[in-house]
T-cell receptor, first 114, second 113 residues
Framework: NAGVTQTPKFQVLKTGQSMTLQCAQDMNHEYMSWYRQDPGMGLRLIHYSVGAGITDQGEVPNGYNVSRSTTEDFPLRLLSAAPSQTSVYFC?????????????FGEGSRLTVL | GENVEQHPSTLSVQEGDSAVIKCTYSDSASNYFPWYKQELGKGPQLIIDIRSNVGEKKDQRIAVTLNKTAKHFSLHITETQPEDSAVYFCAARFKAAGNKLTFGGGTRVLVKP
C-alpha cells in the first residue's frame, strides 16, 4: 500500500491564481481531511469528509473548497490564491467515519503564493 | 474556543539525556490525547496516545502522562538518540468541536551527539 499520496510536493502561485492539491489513499479509509501547517500554530483543520459525497468545514475553511466523489480521492481547491495561503498542506485519513484514533498523513505539499 | 498550548517551542538536549514536552488543554471533556512526530520533509506520524481513563502509558523509551484535574499531559523521552530529533505535536480531541483533533503549536527537539 502506498498510504496517503499528495501531489504536487511543491507549488508556487501568483496571487489570484487557482490550483488543486491532490490527495489519494489506497487504504479504503472513510475519513479524509486537509490540514495546513504554519510555524508555531501547529496543524489546523481546513475541511474534512466522513465518506464519499459528504464534506464539512474545519477550523479554517475560508478560501478553500473540497469534494469527495470517491472514497480514494479528496482534492483541495484554491479558487483565488492569496499570500496568506502560503503554507504546508497535509492530507490525512482514518479508517472510521468519525476519524477517531490514528490519523495517517501524507508527506505534504508546500505552497508559496507570491 | 478549544485550545491546546504546547511548551517549549524548541528543546535542545544532549544525547542520552531525557526530554519532556508539556501540553495543556481547555476542554475538561476531552478524552483522547495523541502525540505525533514529524521528521524533516515528512508528514506527522503517531508515536503514542492516551485516553482519559488512563494516567500513564509507556512504549519503550517514550511515555505519556495525563493529569485530568490540571488539564495537562506530557511526553517523556528517555535516553534520547539523534534519531529522536524531530518536531513533536500534541493534540486533544474536543467533544465540543465534534470530536475533531486540535493540535498544539509543536516542539522542535534537537538531540546533540
Amino acid at each position: 500500500n502506498a498510504g496517503v499520496t499528495q501531489t504536487p510536493k511543491f507549488q508556487v502561485l501568483k496571487t489570484g491564481q487557482s490550483m488543486t492539491l491532490q490527495c489519494a489513499q489506497d487504504m479504503n479509509h472513510e475519513y479524509m481531511s486537509w490540514y495546513r501547517q504554519d510555524p508555531g500554530m501547529g496543524l489546523r483543520l481546513i475541511h474534512y469528509s466522513v465518506g464519499a459525497g459528504i464534506t464539512d468545514q474545519g477550523e479554517v475553511p475560508n478560501g478553500y473548497n473540497v469534494s469527495r466523489s470517491t472514497t480514494e480521492d479528496f482534492p483541495l481547491r484554491l479558487l483565488s490564491a492569496a499570500p496568506s495561503q502560503t503554507s504546508v498542506y497535509f492530507c490525512a485519513s482514518n479508517p472510521t467515519p468519525q476519524g477517531t484514533g490514528e490519523l495517517f498523513f501524507g508527506e505534504g505539499s508546500r505552497l508559496t503564493v507570491l | 474556543g478549544e485550545n491546546v498550548e504546547q511548551h517549549p517551542s524548541t528543546l535542545s538536549v544532549q544525547e542520552g539525556d531525557s526530554a519532556v514536552i508539556k501540553c495543556t488543554y481547555s476542554d475538561s471533556a476531552s478524552n483522547y490525547f495523541p502525540w505525533y512526530k514529524q521528521e524533516l520533509g515528512k508528514g506527522p506520524q503517531l508515536i503514542i496516545d492516551i485516553r482519559s481513563n488512563v494516567g500513564e502509558k509507556k512504549d519503550q523509551r517514550i511515555a505519556v502522562t495525563l493529569n485530568k484535574t490540571a488539564k495537562h499531559f506530557s511526553l517523556h523521552i528517555t535516553e534520547t538518540q539523534p534519531e529522536d530529533s524531530a518536531v513533536y505535536f500534541c493534540a486533544a480531541r474536543f467533544k465540543a468541536a465534534g470530536n475533531k483533533l486540535t493540535f498544539g503549536g509543536g516542539t522542535r527537539v534537537l538531540v546533540k551527539p
